[in-house]
C-alpha cells in the first residue's frame, strides 16, 4: 500500500504526520517513508542516521561541433528554448532543458549525443530497525524537481508500506507524488489560507482518481468552516491535532510527537487504519 | 522600480501575512505580485477588486487523432515522461495524459500524422485594484504544470503595466524549484521568512544557496521567533556568520490568525506584539532600500 501526505498549503504539518505515522506503524511493520518534497526536504532532520547517497543524472545533449552544420533544426524544434544555433556554434541552457531527447532526435547530421547530468540525490537510511527512510534532494539552484521525486518512489517500489511525503501547492511535484498512490491524508489548518488551499488540493487529488482522508493541524478550536468543507464534499476528518506550544516545540526542534509522548501512537495508528479503508487494500 | 520579493524555502512560516503587512507600511508607489501561483493567498489579505482576467496558455499539449492512429507505439516509446498511455477500456488505443506531458513535440515528430500539439489553458491571471495599488495574482489549474511560466507572466505583466511605481513587493512561492527561481531572478531584495525550527534552518541554507547564484540582496526575518528562542539564536548566529541583516524578529501573536481570519492585514488590528514588530521590520527594511530609492531619483 502507498500513501501520500500532501497539503496544498505549506507549513500545515505534512512532514509531522507522515514522520509520526511512520514512527508508529514501524513500531508492528516494516515502513518505508519517501521524502518526496525534495526542493525542501525535511524528514532526516528527524531520523538522523548513516545514509547512502546515490546521484540522480537526467540526459542533456552535448552538439559536436565538427559534425554539427549549424542548420538550426535543433533549436526550432526544441519547445523550451533551451537550444540557440548560431552561425559558428550551439548555446545550450541547460537549466531550461527538459531532457526530452528531441534535439538529438531531429538532428540531420548525428552531432548531437545526450549525456548525463546532475540534478540533485537520493538518500537512503535505516533510521530505526523497522524504517527505511528514502530522501530526494534536489541540487541548489536546479529547478526541476519531477526526475528527483520519480527517482525517490522507484527506489521504495516493491515495499509492502509506502508513505510519501509531498512537496506543498498543487502543480507537477505534487501531480508526481500523489501518481500511482491508494490513498492520500490532506493536512490542513483552520485558516482562510488553509481552506482555501485545501480546495485545490482536493481538487488535484480527485482529477488524479487518489482517495483523501483530511488531517486538521494546530487547531485551536475554530474548525467549524473546514469540518463544513469536508462534510460537503464527503470527506473524512481522520484526526485533529490540537494547537499546542509544547506539540509545536517538539517538532520545531525535530523530535517526534509519538517519541515524546508516546500516549499519540494510537491516534496515528487509528489515522493508518482509517486511511487504509478508503483504499480497498488489506492494511 | 525595486523589485523586493518576500520568500522562505519551508512553507508556511508567514510570507503572505508579512507581504501584506509591508504594503501596508512601505512608503510610495508600489505594484503587488502573488508569485505563489499554486496556491495564491495574497487575494484573502487585500480585497482586490478584479480589473481584467485573462487566460493563460501554457505549453501545448499533444493530442492523438484516434482515427489516424495506426497503434504503432512508437509515441509511448519515445516519450520520456510516460505521458502517453492506453486506455484502459480499449487497450489498442494510445491517449496523452494532460497532466504528464510537458509539451515536448517529440511525439508529434515521430507521428506528425496522427499527433499534433493544442494550446491548453492552464490558469488564469487577474489584474486587480486594491487599496495599496494594482496586485497581479493568478490561478493555476490543479495539477497544471508550468507554474515557472505563469510566475514569469505575472511579474512581466506587473512590471509592464506599472513601470512607474517605486516598489515592486513579491509574495513568493516556497521551495527552491522552478516557481522560486522564476520568482527571484531579476529582483532587487529578497526577504526570506524563516522560523524557529530544525526545518525552518535547514531550508533557509537551501534558499540562501539558490539566491547567491542571483546576487540579489539577501535580508532574514524570524517569524513566531521565541517559541524556540534557542534556535532562534542558532539562526541570527548562522545568518551574522554569512553575513546576511536579521532585520526582523515576529513574535508568536493570536492577533495573526485573528486578522487571517478577517480576512485583513494584521497592521489593521491595532497594537499588538506582532503588529510592533512587524513595523520595526518595515522600517529596517525601509533604510535598507534608502540606497535604492537614492540612485533611482
Known amino acids: 500500500m502507498k500513501l501520500a501526505i500532501a497539503s496544498g498549503k505549506g507549513g500545515t504539518g505534512k512532514s509531522m504526520v507522515a514522520a509520526n505515522l511512520a514512527y508508529a506503524l514501524s513500531r508492528t511493520e516494516p515502513v518505508t517513508l519517501v521524502d518526496c518534497d525534495v526542493e525542501e526536504p525535511n524528514l532526516h532532520l528527524f531520523f538522523p542516521a548513516p545514509a547512502t547517497t546515490t546521484e540522480v543524472t537526467v540526459l542533456v545533449p552535448v552538439v559536436d561541433e565538427t559534425t554539427c552544420q549549424h542548420c538550426g533544426l535543433c533549436g526550432e524544434f526544441c519547445q523550451f528554448g533551451a537550444l540557440t544555433v548560431l552561425s559558428s556554434r550551439v548555446l545550450f541552457f541547460p537549466e531550461l532543458c527538459h531532457s526530452c531527447g528531441g534535439c538529438s532526435l531531429v538532428c540531420p547530421n548525428d552531432a548531437i549525443c545526450e549525456v548525463p547530468k546532475r540534478i540533485g540525490t537520493t538518500t537512503i537510511s535505516t533510521p530505526l530497525p523497522n524504517l527505511k527512510l528514502i530522501s530526494g534532494m534536489l541540487d541548489t539552484g536546479n529547478p526541476h524537481a519531477v526526475p528527483i521525486i520519480r527517482a525517490a518512489k522507484k527506489m521504495a517500489e516493491g515495499d509492502p508500506l509506502v508513505i510519501c511525503d509531498s512537496a506543498p501547492g498543487t502543480s507537477c511535484p505534487v501531480v508526481e507524488t500523489l501518481d500511482g498512490c491508494d490513498a492520500c491524508i490532506l493536512v490542513t489548518e483552520s485558516t482562510p489560507f488553509g481552506l482555501h488551499d485545501l480546495r485545490l488540493a482536493v481538487d488535484v487529488a480527485a482529477r488524479l482518481g487518489v482517495p483523501i482522508g483530511i488531517v486538521i493541524n494546530r487547531s485551536d478550536g475554530e474548525d467549524q468552516a473546514t469540518i463544513e468543507f469536508c462534510t460537503e464534499h464527503d470527506l473524512e476528518v481522520m484526526l485533529i491535532v490540537p494547537f499546542d506550544r509544547e506539540i509545536a516545540a517538539i517538532q520545531s526542534r525535530g523530535d517526534l510527537l509519538c517519541r515524546v509522548r508516546p500516549e499519540w501512537q494510537k491516534a496515528f495508528t487509528a489515522l493508518f487504519i482509517k486511511c487504509s479503508s478508503l483504499t480497498g487494500v488489506e492494511p | ?297
Open chain 2, 1 to 297: 522600480m525595486i523589485r523586493i520579493a518576500v520568500i522562505s524555502g519551508k512553507g508556511g512560516t508567514g510570507k503572505t501575512m508579512i507581504t501584506a503587512a509591508l504594503a501596508q507600511l512601505l512608503p510610495g508607489s508600489l505594484v503587488l505580485a502573488d508569485c505563489d501561483v499554486d496556491a495564491a493567498n495574497l487575494e484573502l489579505l487585500l480585497s482586490p477588486k478584479i480589473v481584467r482576467t485573462e487566460p493563460f496558455m501554457g505549453m501545448k499539449t499533444a493530442v492523438i487523432d484516434p482515427t489516424l492512429c495506426t497503434h504503432c507505439g512508437e509515441c509511448m516509446e519515445h516519450c520520456r515522461f510516460g505521458a502517453i498511455e492506453r486506455d484502459g477500456k480499449a487497450p489498442h488505443r494510445y491517449q496523452v495524459s494532460p497532466l504528464r506531458c510537458e509539451g515536448c513535440a517529440v511525439c508529434v515528430h515521430v507521428c506528425p500524422i496522427a499527433i499534433t500539439m493544442k494550446p491548453r489553458q492552464t490558469g488564469e491571471m487577474m489584474y486587480s485594484d486594491t487599496e495599496r495599488g494594482h496586485l497581479v495574482h493568478a490561478r493555476l489549474v490543479p495539477g497544471a504544470g508550468n507554474s515557472g511560466l505563469l510566475v514569469h507572466a505575472v511579474k512581466k505583466t506587473a512590471i509592464e503595466q506599472d513601470r512607474n511605481c517605486d516598489l515592486f513587493l513579491i509574495d513568493g512561492p516556497p521551495g527552491t524549484g522552478c516557481p522560486l527561481i522564476s520568482t527571484i531572478s531579476g529582483v532587487d531584495i529578497v526577504l526570506i521568512v524563516t522560523e524557529p525550527s530544525v526545518s525552518g534552518l535547514h531550508d533557509l541554507k537551501r534558499v540562501v544557496a539558490v539566491c547567491r547564484q542571483f546576487r540579489p540582496r539577501i535580508l532574514v526575518a524570524v517569524n513566531r521567533f521565541d517559541l524556540e528562542q534557542s534556535l532562534t539564536e542558532t539562526i541570527q548566529l548562522w545568518c551574522s556568520e554569512e553575513d546576511i541583516p536579521v532585520i526582523g524578529k515576529i513574535p508568536f501573536d493570536p492577533v495573526v490568525i485573528e486578522s487571517i481570519r478577517k480576512g485583513v492585514p494584521v497592521t489593521c488590528a491595532g497594537t499588538s506584539p506582532a503588529t510592533q514588530a512587524i513595523q520595526m521590520l518595515a522600517s529596517n527594511l525601509e533604510q535598507e532600500l534608502k540606497p535604492y530609492r537614492d540612485q533611482r531619483t
